[in-house]
């Protein structure tokens, strides 16, 4: 007997692959995969938190009025527009789910979020993969390849995983050439440590237009990837639309609690980022130094290019992981001389370093 048969769609649908977590026998390992905060969290967020599981009986606030007023507070913009996730790859799905149905097409760019085909995939949707430029987004390209039944463009900026990104002017000329019926999501998960000028996150496009969502992420700089949440910011007819698309209760208490005191932890925020940027130019050097080549990044990892067939990046990958330390390799994105690092703490960074040294016979 057969059972029950799904879309054709979801037979052939990757799986989202995580970054490792675990090294090789019985070392304890170093997770230097998955662009995690290397100070851990908030204190102010895990207290909160804590108090938060004494009401584990009670239902969530539904709408996250108090997260919605202290994201509103923080960056000035209007709560009733705001709308949140488990985790901002999951507001990715709802806004497919919300507005692509089966055949049409969603942009994205090549060596970017490896959540973007599989989003698209989900319900049908065409996924149409752009070349980058030296790792980097093209608008040229994208608007080339839009067609009459093209829906949602995705970019990712700072892009995951090669860390650059591109100027707040690209990402207008992008919006100013792409017809209004077409939904730009801009996801800026690493968008706090961008310290460039000419770098704008998405919420000026947002207040002047129609059809632009801007997604983040507290899993990154604020250091609550277990908790597992993203929120957005668009239009009021966008925001309406995906909070009636999007599950309901979807934000736990405990989440809620932990998220508005993490955006009231200025301290903590400012370590964060001190602490990244010293330690992303210190290995973003070092690595360089050995010959190998960086891609100059603006995010919380880095990625370092293997061209010697002899000392490759899957040879790199498994010298580390017999040391214990984990770092991101890909399969199947045509990064196969690459591995992504993630900055680690002070002594994680200094003995990465090392290690490369003795892979590469420095």
């Known amino acids: 007997m057969s059972g029950p048969k799904t879309h054709s769609w979801i037979e052939d649908l990757n799986v989202y692959a995580a970054g490792k977590a675990k090294a090789k026998g019985d070392i304890?390992?170093?997770k230097?995969?998955?662009?995690?905060?290397?100070?851990?969290?908030?204190?102010?967020?895990?207290?909160?938190?804590?108090?938060?599981?004494?009401?584990?009986?009670?239902?969530?606030?539904p709408v996250y009025t108090e997260l919605r007023i202290a994201l509103a507070e923080k960056y000035g913009i209007e709560g009733g527009r705001i709308f949140c996730g488990v985790g901002s790859d999951d507001l990715l799905k709802v806004a497919c789910r919300?507005?692509?149905s089966p055949g049409d097409e969603a942009i994205y760019v090549d060596h970017s979020f490896l959540m973007y085909p599989i989003a698209i995939k989900s319900v049908g949707g065409v996924p149409v993969m752009v070349d980058d430029e030296d790792y980097t987004t093209n608008v040229d390209n994208i608007i080339s390849a839009v067609t009459d039944k093209t829906r949602i463009i995705f970019v990712a900026n700072p892009n995951n995983p090669?860390?650059?990104?591109?100027?707040?002017?690209e990402i207008e000329r992008l919006w100013k050439n792409i017809p209004d019926h077409i939904l730009l999501i801009l996801d800026s998960a690493y968008a706090e440590f961008v310290s460039h000028d000419d770098y704008e996150a998405g919420i000026e496009l947002v207040e002047k237009s129609n059809n632009v969502m801007m997604t983040r992420t507290f899993s990154k700089l604020y250091g609550l990837a277990s908790l597992r949440l993203g929120w957005g910011y668009a239009c009021k007819e966008i925001a309406d639309t995906m909070d009636k698309t999007r599950d309901p209760f979807n934000v736990p208490s405990s989440s809620q609690a932990a998220a508005v005191a993490a955006l009231k932890d200025v301290e903590f925020e400012k370590r964060a980022l001190a602490f990244n940027e010293k330690w992303l130019s210190w290995l973003t050097d070092e690595v360089s130094a050995l010959g190998l080549r960086v891609i100059a990044s603006t995010t919380n990892f880095i990625m370092i290019k293997f061209e010697d067939e002899q000392k490759s990046a899957i040879d790199a990958n498994e010298?580390?992981?017999?040391?214990?330390?984990?770092?991101r390799y890909f399969k199947n994105m045509d990064l196969d001389d690459f591995l992504r690092l993630t900055v680690g703490t002070k002594d994680e960074n200094k003995a990465v370093v090392e290690l490369l040294k003795e892979f590469l016979g420095k």
Do not use: C, W
């Open 162 to 169: 090669t860390g650059t990104y591109i100027a707040n002017s």
């Open 28 to 30: 304890k390992p170093v």
């Open 98 to 100: 919300a507005y692509l």
């Open 319 to 327: 010298f580390l992981l017999s040391r214990g330390y984990i770092l």
């Open 32 to 61: 230097l995969s998955a662009n995690e905060s290397a100070i851990g969290s908030s204190p102010m967020a895990v207290e909160a938190y804590k108090q938060a599981v004494t009401k584990l009986h009670r239902y969530p606030d």
